[in-house]
């Protein structure tokens, strides 16, 4: 039993929960938090790419990870993504997590600006350094932050000894296995979470521990099945389920709405979770989108009979 066995597991990515006006929604995000306990999931990873978090103020924030702990604690590990573009608002956000008990912060590159390897190392230091008892996860996921993890920037960052995992969503697999090596090789354990959802089996194949992922949500029971399947080395039944659930992904992004309007409906039909719309400039339902929805959801109710039983 190692101290990061926590964070071995299916983890999904928590979308943002607004009320009918689009305000985040303190009582929807302990809705939500609930539904991720009673799913049985290991934990949580909030306001990252599904949460919103980039359109959203440090206050608002700072509420969401409130009321996620507040139903979480001791029940669901709870990764806090706490990156905002600049050092203040996040080592303000990192501060804060500590304070509320997270188990770990998160945090991608600074955006916009291509920044040398000496400043981002330094921004993600002075973040950690404000979560002094809190571990730390980079997140790379360069196809939307601009700028990728280098291997000369992990062995910088591995000096810090609270970062302990790295969220991988890019796209060759390969890289997942040399942050495994690499990070073992600089320390006792190391974690790396798969990212792409459409790869969790290659991911899981070539060395990472578990998953963070964007759909996980509305389809938790499917990724905790995969999950054993891997772990019980049933290659073909996993496969299998891997194609059946890519199925279901692909269908949810053929809609012209934000995938993450189409998730959240699909939580309003199969699961009664209502946690609103998406934020502008994201792009909300309209009448074709909804449908695209609603076949997502019966795509997802079919494979659970399927696959489940
Ligand atoms: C680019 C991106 O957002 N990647 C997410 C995290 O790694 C994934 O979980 C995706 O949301 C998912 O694989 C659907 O494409
Ligand atoms: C999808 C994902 O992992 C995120 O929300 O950051």
């Known amino acids: 039993m190692s101290r990061l066995d926590k964070y071995r597991g299916i983890i999904p990515a928590f979308y943002a929960c607004y009320d009918e006006e689009g305000n985040v929604s303190g009582e929807r995000v302990q809705a939500l938090t609930q539904y991720f306990i009673d799913k049985g999931v290991k934990g949580v990873y909030v306001n990252g790419s599904s ?15 409130e009321n996620v702990m507040a139903v ?28 509320v008990g997270v188990d770990a912060i998160a945090s991608i590159p600074p955006i916009y600006f291509r920044l040398p390897e000496y400043s981002i190392s330094a921004y993600w ?19 939307l ?28 697999t390969q890289d997942i296995q040399m942050f495994k090596s690499a ?16 790869q969790f089996v290659a991911g ?21 099945k995969l999950n054993e399947l891997v772990e019980a080395g049933e290659k073909g039944q996993a496969c299998e389920l891997q194609y059946a659930i890519n199925e279901i992904i692909y269908k949810m992004c053929s809609s012209r709405a934000n995938m993450y309007a189409v998730a959240k409906e699909i939580l309003r039909t199969n699961d009664n979770v209502n946690i ?15 449908m695209i929805a609603h076949e997502a959801a019966e795509m997802v109710k079919a494979a659970k009979e399927r696959y489940l039983a």
């Not at 230091?125 to 196809?143: C, G, L, M, R, W």
């Not at 719309?277 to 339902?285: A, H, I, K």
């Open 145 to 172: 932050a601009g700028t990728a993890l280098t291997m000369s920037l992990f062995a910088e960052m591995m000096k810090n000894p609270r970062v302990i995992a790295v969220k991988n969503s890019s796209m060759p």
């Open 72 to 99: 979480a604690k001791g029940k669901l590990t709870v990764i806090n993504h706490v990156a905002c573009n600049n050092t203040k608002d996040s080592v303000e956000l990192a501060k804060h997590s500590e304070s």
């Open 51 to 65: 949460g919103e978090c980039i359109y959203q103020s440090v206050e608002e924030r700072k509420l969401i990870i």
């Open 125 to 143: 230091n002075a973040i950690s350094d404000a979560a002094p008892n809190t571990d730390f996860v980079i997140y790379n996921i360069p196809q």
């Open 183 to 198: 990070g073992l090789a600089a320390k006792d354990d190391f974690v790396v979470f798969n990212g792409p959802d459409e």
């Open 204 to 224: 899981r194949a070539i060395g990472a521990d578990g998953g963070i992922g964007g759909t996980y949500g509305v389809m938790p029971e499917l990724f905790l």
């Open 276 to 290: 609103g719309g998406v934020r502008e400039p994201l792009e909300n339902l309209q009448e074709a989108d909804v």
